[in-house]
């Protein structure tokens, strides 16, 4: 698949995941830009990345998100690749009654509601785009869900259906929707969920944005690295069996 020169907006571009998929845009000649709350982060990439473009925003506002989307078709044009990988993973024992339901409501908006929220105000910049591509960031958990983390487990699966399902309906427009389902990576967000007990090996960020532009490149709309592949087989195959084996400590340890 040809790639010609593109402008590139990640959501949560300033670590982990996001910025790896920054970097390998980058790389292959693509205009960068990236967003996040936090001022700091953006600025210190900023800083190692000269070519890049920094934007702080907050997903979850759609005011925020309005001012962006209008920023960015004054001074680039518009975009023509919108990458959702904004997220968060909390460990919860649902059980228990103590648990901060804003938190609990807080993963649903960054997770599934800003995904939506995004494209709502960037389509019409991607309509008008020769070589528009919507890439969704879930995860591997949408087809198996891990006890630990159900909110989120739930979410990546809503993402994964919604994907899914405005595919064919963004297709007549010339916009191609592709989602990336990554294993457990070795960020941030897995080092806060303190999943070192679960038998899980992270994967580098840098690998798997290696993985990812090798098939997105090819063509391929939903990308599945490493385990997130044996997950996709096992839960059409033996959906019970592999939610035993990923859940057999099913309420987290702290």
Known sequence: ?????????????????????????????????????????????????????????????????????????KDFGGIDVLVNNAGIMNLMDTADETNDLEKVFEEIEIN????????????????????ASLINVSSGLAYVSFAQSPVYSGTK??????????RPQLKPYGIRVVELLPPVVDTKLAKDADLKDDNLKPMPPEKLADLFWKDYIKGKEEITPDISKQLKLMSCLAPKFIFNQLNKQAVPSR
């Open 1 to 73: 698949m040809n790639q010609t020169k593109q402008k590139v907006l990640i959501t949560g571009g300033a670590s982990g995941i996001g910025l790896s998929l920054a970097r390998t845009f980058l790389a292959h000649g693509h205009t960068v830009i990236i967003t996040g709350r936090q001022l700091s982060k953006l600025e210190k990439v900023k800083a190692e990345l000269p070519q890049i473009y920094i934007f702080q925003s907050d997903v979850t506002k759609g005011e925020e998100v309005k001012v962006l989307a209008d920023q960015l078709q």
């Open 112 to 131: 599934f509601h800003s995904p939506i929220r995004l494209l709502h105000h960037f389509l019409p910049q991607l309509k008008k785009s020769k070589k």
């Open 157 to 166: 699966a809503a993402v994964h259906f919604w994907t899914q399902s405005i």
